[in-house]
């Protein structure tokens, strides 16, 4: 309950709080973008939870794949107050140390539109794990994610949303 607790409290970092690194007057960053975006709330507050925020609000480039809140929700995350407990209250402390990691799995270094991506046939993200990716030249694919809406340009990145969240491979795989 502790931690729980102490997530809460690093989530009433307002919107404000996280806005953008970028050099140039007006730009968006990966974060701003992310908070500006009512499909992101469940990850702009597991990001902020787990303190990444200003790590992907500097002028260093990410790529990002980004899971919507319904993405998180089929895997068990929910917003349950306004304030929001990012996590669901259910979750093991197995589990809940799992999420800094599950976050990394969805971010690379380099700015990286789908295609460049998809140009090749895996990527290594920030967790050192690598994902597959695959594509048609219509649709793209995360792992099993399919990238709904690519190449949104941010100043120090791209995100590209995703309809699900990456779960990392286990060390058994």
Do not use: W
Not at 139 to 166: K, M, R
């Amino acid at each position: 309950m502790k931690k729980i607790m102490a997530l809460a409290a690093g989530l009433v970092i307002s919107g404000s709080a996280l806005a953008g690194n970028c050099k140039s007057e007006g730009a968006a960053s990966i974060v701003d973008i992310a908070v500006n975006d009512d499909r992101f709330e469940i990850l702009v507050q597991a990001v902020t939870a787990f303190g990444l925020a200003n790590d992907l609000n500097t002028n260093r480039n990410f790529t990002v794949f980004a899971p919507t809140d319904d993405a998180f929700k089929a895997i068990g995350f929910a917003i349950e107050t306004e304030l929001g407990d990012v996590l669901n209250p259910e979750l093991t402390d197995e589990q809940l140390s799992a999420v800094p990691n599950i976050l990394l799995y969805h971010v690379a270094y380099g700015s990286r539109d789908s295609e460049e991506i998809f140009a090749k046939d895996k990527m290594q993200m920030l967790n050192k794990a690598f994902v597959e990716l695959d594509s048609d030249g219509v649709s793209f694919n995360v792992n099993d994610a399919q990238v709904l809406i690519p190449d949104i340009e941010a100043c120090n990145g791209y995100v590209h949303v995703i309809d699900s969240v990456l779960l990392p491979p286990t060390e058994e795989s």
